[in-house]
Nanobody
């Protein structure tokens, strides 16, 4: 049973920074990709940033490029999201997700149905 546990959320003023962490535990035969999603009240869940196994490549939503950085520490089984220059529109519940499969297509990188494991979320609130 794979478990993902997010932490690091909080309240900050616009222009501030936060670093989210996602600790992964449990056995999985394969994992090709992990990502961060977010969901604001009344809005659909949207992909924010993703990384392929081994850190061979990353991808970002246009809205966060240049401000957010995704990384992973394989030794600690932990995924990170460094968020800088935060804006009020970044306010949302942030979720960690993993594609526990052998191969990930580079199409539909942020399609939620292509992710098999999800964390419970951590709240990020940015005030103006």
């Amino acid at each position: 049973q794979v478990q993902l546990v997010e932490s690091g959320g909080g309240s900050v003023q616009a222009g501030g920074s936060l670093r989210l962490s996602c600790a992964a535990s449990g056995y999985t035969y394969s994992r090709c990709r992990m990502a961060w999603f977010r969901q604001a009240p009344g809005k659909e869940r949207e992909g924010v940033a993703g990384i392929y196994t081994g850190g061979r490549s990353t991808f970002y939503a246009d809205s966060v490029k240049g401000r957010f950085t995704i990384s992973q520490d394989n030794a600690k089984n932990t995924l990170y999201l460094q968020m800088n220059n935060l804006k009020p529109e970044d306010t949302a519940m942030y979720y960690c997700a993993a594609s526990d499969r052998v191969h990930c297509s580079e199409q539909y990188q942020f399609r939620p149905s292509l992710y098999d494991s999800w964390g419970q979320g951590t709240q990020v609130t940015v005030s103006s």
